[in-house]
């Protein structure tokens, strides 16, 4: 395992009820917002974990974020080479497991499950061909899942999204299918940014523990730091709705 | 490597050049001058060997050695103070200055120029621009947390600057974005001087404990040399393949790109790795390799240490198994590092290299000999005293004078020429006026550029694009944090080098003064044309005069950066441009002030003065005017300014701040509006009297030392009591009207924000899609 060298300490949530919920943190080499999905753990009040993408066993961790980056260079295809390494066959293993445990992909994250078969789809470059950075309005469409549990049914959130590969896309069928079991969890509001189908920014598995997106929910968790509207935090909701899940508390 | 690569080559080894003193030697074609040669042969007492004039030619070379400039340069490190030394904790010389943050953290930071090569193939050259300038910053022990790029091309209409601006800044995107390192600002300037020559420079910074600061240099007799990251190829190599004579070989590649070519995923994994080697104490010195690759690396280490080196070069991992012994010295391959290892931390450096599967190889070790030793399969082509390579290279006096033209063009002035003709008075020519300047190519918003860069990751980035200063937090637990500026105008300098150099200082100190941080440290990146013109010679001299002269009154030590030379097509040199980077430092980047106000009904105060000072004005450009003289230098003014706005952010006095530079007070009210899209009511009759200027001069005008705030209320009278006290002019100007949705100023028709920003927003669209 790795250890994420931290510029400075992040202050602690105080909610101690939380703190003993252990979510790790992937790290591929080319990873880049390992950091910042660690802190955002923090924030919500859980235990980052750090997970090195060649460990051999999945640490006791009780859920898992696969952070933004270029892992591998996005050589080949964003996530095509990451989905073979040995911590990620644990992670499809727990995934599909009768433990369900919940699994949070985003943006390079989301093409790792994709490539991994956890998620249906697959991302291309944006139909504007050029990388794009700005703060994105997504609507909830399912507050039912592992990751989204904090969120009201319809509510809009501005979080981050930063990516030259986000174009989700998928045959009719599927895109149908996902319609019809309500496993669009959430879709681009005002402006699609990369000519995603049906506006689609981020889905779920069948059983609700896999969420992949594009959008980057862990840079709107703490003020000043993320997008200026809207005080920046709506992204923390995804981390406290997996550590309230652990936990079993309600809100 | 076995015995048929030896006979690929005709080895010109140490002995066969010493028994060969008449065989001709392309130094020419590498550049070198005929007196520059006969100093190799007399450092030597021999002919160099091919090896050898490879090294020499690149480390020789005006990019490595400074020959033209380090005689002026070196007023950067005289003309210092007291007060300038406190904070420095590495000065000029190692890759990037250091700089005291407290609280046990230090911070590095440089900007670099990799003109060029952004000009031969822009998104390549881009893009290892920023990757050569954040090697620079590992190097020193620290971890990259920013970067930023300033970008001068040619006229924004003109078919090539489309192929420049797509390229470079895909390529900037294209590398930083793949890094993790957030890109918080920089400049972008359309200009067509730069049309044959654009300016593509690159800052990084970076932070670290005190303990963790690294050095280049070689020490300790047994200690391995290691060459770890990407393979050697023949990018790069440039004037390098004229000494493919040596070759016996017809059939190796002939063509080999001049430029290097990135792959930042290895540049990734480099940050990464040098990181974990830092944290457990694996190196003793480390250098990256850039411009002259080996060479550079090589000698700077061997000659900062305090020995010899000893270097195999077969040893070197190759991408090109055909190169000769002189390319691989000067190949410029990217994301290569070199350390120098103690024996006891061979196993646990191998163990860091193999997690991160980084490649290295072991090519020789320290020596106590005082000589650089390179051999190939064990024969000795490279035999020299390194500090004649690294350190000791020519170093001339470039004759200087005063160009002819400087007085007809100083006497040249704006006001009454006959791009003046038609001046804008009515209300309604005021409005297009102020419409036509902010949809200028050098006014206009540049969103367009900064949202191809990610200026999220890290989590760290308190403040980017479009306020006055990037600011980056160091420390989560207390907020310390770090703000940083570049600015340069070509312009000014070109009518006055001594004080066009000193604005650009002045406006970098008051972009991050008005950010809240305290300035602290200099980093430039100095680009001229061509040193052997003298006009050139003297722009350089009077702006490095300038430029140190105004360091020591305002206190901030030039830490480091970057000499430009030969920017000209054919004759024609760009403008002077000396782009200065300040550094500056916030106790909590929660302090940090925004450039717009937000805020209905916060009065708004315009600090400093107004003169007629149009002369090399944006609205003069979009006039097709340059001549006369730039505005005015105060730096103690500048000072002054700096610690209200300082102390304003730090005792929450202000709500915003924006500073007055290019485009006066008409931009800065316009971007103030925009930047949240909130509007306000501007009254100029007192300033018109105050300052005894008309209301175009008070709009366009470019004068100095001054900043827009916004003060809640409650705050008005401590706010104004401190400028009082200070001595420092001072006016309410308006207040913020939050339901105008307009940019209302008494003798100017309203302009509604919506036409505002559809002006704004449109020009570089329209222009690059």
């Given at each position: 395992?790795?250890?994420?060298?931290?510029?400075?300490?992040?202050?602690?949530?105080?909610?101690?009820?939380?703190?003993?919920?252990?979510?790790?943190?992937?790290?591929?080499?080319?990873?880049?917002?390992?950091?910042?999905?660690?802190?955002?753990?923090?924030?919500?009040?859980?235990?980052?974990?750090?997970?090195?993408?060649?460990?051999?066993?999945?640490?006791?961790?009780?859920?898992?974020?696969?952070?933004?980056?270029?892992?591998?260079?996005?050589?080949?295809?964003?996530?095509?080479?990451?989905?073979?390494?040995?911590?990620?066959?644990?992670?499809?293993?727990?995934?599909?497991?009768?433990?369900?445990?919940?699994?949070?992909?985003?943006?390079?994250?989301?093409?790792?499950?994709?490539?991994?078969?956890?998620?249906?789809?697959?991302?291309?470059?944006?139909?504007?061909?050029?990388?794009?950075?700005?703060?994105?309005?997504?609507?909830?469409?399912?507050?039912?899942?592992?990751?989204?549990?904090d969120y009201e049914a319809g509510q809009e959130i501005l979080v981050p999204l930063k990516n030259q590969d986000g174009q989700y896309i998928a045959d009719e069928k599927t895109l149908d299918a996902l319609e019809a079991e309500g496993r669009v969890v959430f879709r681009?509001?005002?402006?699609?940014?990369?000519?995603?189908?049906?506006?689609?920014?981020?889905?779920?598995?069948?059983?609700?523990?896999?969420?992949?997106?594009?959008?980057?929910?862990?840079?709107?968790?703490?003020?000043?730091?993320?997008p200026e509207s809207n005080a920046g935090t709506d992204g923390l909701g995804f981390f406290t709705s997996v550590l309230n899940k652990i936990v079993g508390g309600a809100k | 490597m076995t015995t048929e690569t030896n006979k690929k080559f005709n080895i010109d080894t140490v002995e066969n050049a010493a028994n060969t003193p008449d065989t001709e030697l392309p130094w020419a074609e590498l550049g070198l001058k005929e007196n520059e040669f006969d100093e190799i042969v007399k450092v030597l007492g021999r002919r160099p060997t091919g090896a050898e004039l490879a090294?020499?030619?690149?480390?020789?070379?005006?990019?490595?050695?400074?020959?033209?400039?380090?005689?002026?340069?070196?007023?950067?490190?005289?003309?210092?103070?007291?007060?300038?030394?406190?904070?420095?904790?590495?000065?000029?010389?190692?890759?990037?200055?250091?700089?005291?943050?407290?609280?046990?953290?230090?911070?590095?930071?440089?900007?670099?120029?990799?003109?060029?090569?952004?000009?031969?193939?822009?998104?390549?050259?881009?893009?290892?621009?920023?990757?050569?300038?954040v090697r620079d910053i590992i190097s020193m022990g620290a971890r990259p947390v920013a970067v930023m790029d300033p970008l001068r091309f040619g006229e924004i209409d003109h078919p090539d600057t489309a192929r420049v601006m797509h390229g470079a800044v895909a390529g900037i995107g294209g590398y930083g974005n793949s890094l993790g390192l957030p890109n918080i600002?920089?400049?972008?300037?359309?200009?067509?001087?730069?049309?044959?020559?654009?300016?593509?420079?690159?800052?990084?910074v970076g932070v670290m404990r005190h303990e963790d600061i690294r050095l280049a240099n070689a020490s300790g007799k047994g200690n391995r040399v290691v060459l770890f990251g990407a393979r050697t190829g023949g990018d790069g190599i440039?004037?390098?393949?004229?000494?493919?004579?040596?070759?016996?070989?017809?059939?190796?590649?002939?063509?080999?790109?001049?430029?290097q070519v990135g792959d930042p995923f290895a540049e990734k994994v480099l940050i990464e790795c040098c990181l974990e080697l830092f944290k457990g104490s694996l190196v003793e010195g480390i250098q990256d390799l850039g411009a002259a690759g080996i060479s550079c690396a090589t000698s700077e280490l061997a000659s900062n240490g305090d020995g010899g080196m000893q270097v195999e070069l077969t040893s070197v991992l190759l991408r090109d198994p055909t190169l000769t012994p002189g390319e691989i010295l000067m190949s410029e391959s990217q994301e290569r590092m070199m350390a120098v290892v103690t024996p006891e931390n061979v196993?646990?450096?191998?163990?860091?290299m193999d997690k991160w599967a980084v490649e290295y190889a072991w090519l020789g070790e320290v020596t106590d000999t005082g000589r650089l030793i390179i051999t190939w399969e064990g024969e000795v082509i490279v035999d020299v005293d390194p500090r004649t390579v690294a350190h000791d290279g020519p170093v001339y006096d470039r004759p200087y004078a005063r160009p002819s033209w400087q007085d007809a063009l100083q006497a040249d002035t704006f006001t009454g020429?006959?791009?003046?003709?038609?001046?804008?008075?009515?209300?309604?020519?005021?409005?297009?006026?102020?419409?036509?300047?902010?949809?200028?190519?050098?006014?206009?918003?540049?969103?367009?550029?900064?949202?191809?860069?990610?200026?999220?990751?890290?989590?760290?980035?308190?403040?980017?694009?479009?306020?006055?200063?990037?600011?980056?937090?160091?420390?989560?637990?207390?907020?310390?944090?770090?703000?940083?500026?570049?600015?340069?105008?070509?312009?000014?300098?070109?009518?006055?080098?001594?004080?066009?150099?000193?604005?650009?200082?002045?406006?970098?100190?008051?972009?991050?003064?008005?950010?809240?941080?305290?300035?602290?440290?200099?980093s430039d990146c100095l680009n001229f044309g061509s040193p052997e013109d003298p006009d050139v010679m003297w722009q350089l001299a009077e702006s490095i005069r300038g430029l140190s002269d105004a360091c020591m009154e305002l206190g901030v030590p030039v830490t480091g950066g970057n000499v430009s030379l030969y920017n000209q097509t054919g004759s024609t040199p760009i403008h002077p441009s000396p782009v200065v980077a300040v550094l500056g430092k916030l106790d909590d980047v929660a302090r940090r002030t925004p450039s717009g106000w937000q805020e209905d009904g916060q009065a708004i105060y315009l600090l400093g003065t107004t003169a007629a000072e149009l002369d090399g004005s944006e609205w003069a450009k979009l006039r097709g005017h340059l001549g006369g003289l730039p505005p005015r230098v105060d730096l103690a003014a500048e000072r002054q300014l700096g610690e209200i706005?300082?102390?304003?952010?730090?005792?929450?006095?202000?709500?915003?701040?924006?500073?007055?530079?290019?485009?006066?007070?008409?931009?800065?009210?316009?971007?103030?509006?925009?930047?949240?899209?909130?509007?306000?009511?501007?009254?100029?009759?007192?300033?018109?009297?105050?300052?005894?200027?008309?209301?175009?001069?008070?709009?366009?005008?470019?004068?100095?030392?001054?900043?827009?705030?916004?003060?809640?209320?409650?705050?008005?009278?401590?706010?104004?009591?401190?400028?009082?006290?200070?001595?420092?002019?001072?006016?309410?100007?308006?207040?913020?009207?939050?339901?105008?949705?307009?940019?209302?100023?008494?003798?100017?028709?309203?302009?509604s924000l919506d036409a505002l920003r559809e002006a704004h927003e449109g020009t570089l669209p329209k222009y690059f899609g």
């Open positions: 395992m790795t250890e994420l060298p931290l510029i400075g300490e992040a202050p602690v949530a105080a909610d101690s009820r939380l703190d003993g919920a252990k979510i790790g943190v992937v790290t591929f080499p080319g990873t880049l917002d390992d950091r910042d999905a660690a802190r955002a753990v923090r924030l919500a009040g859980g235990t980052a974990v750090a997970l090195w993408h060649a460990d051999t066993e999945l640490a006791d961790v009780d859920a898992v974020v696969i952070p933004g980056g270029f892992s591998y260079g996005d050589y080949l295809r964003a996530g095509a080479i990451s989905r073979f390494a040995p911590l990620m066959s644990k992670i499809i293993d727990a995934a599909n497991s009768d433990a369900k445990l919940p699994v949070l992909g985003i943006c390079n994250g989301f093409q790792i499950l994709t490539e991994s078969h956890l998620l249906p789809g697959s991302m291309i470059k944006n139909d504007h061909l050029k990388f794009l950075c700005r703060d994105q309005v997504l609507r909830v469409e399912n507050n039912t899942t592992a990751w989204t549990a681009y509001v005002g402006f699609n940014p990369n000519g995603s189908r049906r506006d689609i920014a981020g889905i779920t598995n069948a059983a609700g523990n896999v969420v992949g997106l594009m959008p980057h929910p862990e840079h709107a968790v703490e003020p000043g730091f993320g | 090294m020499y030619s690149v480390m020789w070379s005006e990019h490595c050695s400074y020959k033209s400039s380090k005689n002026h340069l070196r007023q950067f490190g005289q003309k210092v103070t007291e007060e300038m030394k406190k904070d420095m904790l590495v000065g000029i010389g190692e890759n990037a200055g250091v700089t005291n943050l407290g609280d046990g953290w230090a911070v590095t930071f440089k900007i670099e120029s990799h003109n060029s090569p952004s000009f031969v193939e822009p998104y390549q050259g881009a893009a290892t621009g920023i990757g050569g300038i600002g920089g400049e972008m300037v359309f200009d067509a001087v730069y049309q044959g020559n654009p300016l593509v420079n690159a800052l990084a440039g004037g390098a393949s004229v000494l493919a004579s040596e070759s016996f070989d017809d059939t190796k590649p002939s063509k080999r790109p001049a430029v196993e646990a450096f191998e163990a860091v020429s006959v791009q003046d003709a038609g001046r804008p008075s009515a209300p309604s020519e005021l409005a297009a006026a102020v419409t036509e300047l902010v949809a200028s190519p050098n006014m206009c918003d540049k969103s367009w550029i900064t949202k191809q860069y990610d200026r999220y990751v890290g989590g760290n980035t308190a403040m980017a694009f479009p306020d006055d200063a990037g600011v980056v937090r160091v420390d989560e637990k207390t907020g310390l944090g770090v703000a940083l500026a570049t600015d340069a105008n070509g312009r000014y300098t070109y009518l006055d080098p001594y004080n066009g150099a000193q604005l650009a200082l002045a406006e970098a100190y008051r972009n991050v003064a008005t950010s809240g941080a305290v300035p602290m440290a200099v706005l300082i102390n304003a952010s730090r005792d929450g006095m202000v709500d915003s701040a924006h500073d007055l530079s290019e485009g006066g007070l008409a931009a800065a009210l316009v971007e103030s509006s925009l930047r949240y899209g909130v509007g306000a009511r501007i009254a100029l009759e007192d300033l018109l009297e105050r300052d005894g200027v008309d209301l175009f001069t008070a709009l366009f005008s470019e004068s100095q030392a001054r900043a827009i705030v916004s003060v809640p209320r409650s705050e008005e009278v401590r706010f104004k009591d401190m400028c009082t006290a200070r001595g420092f002019a001072h006016l309410r100007i308006g207040v913020v009207d939050a339901a105008s949705n307009a940019l209302e100023i008494n003798g100017v028709e309203t302009l």
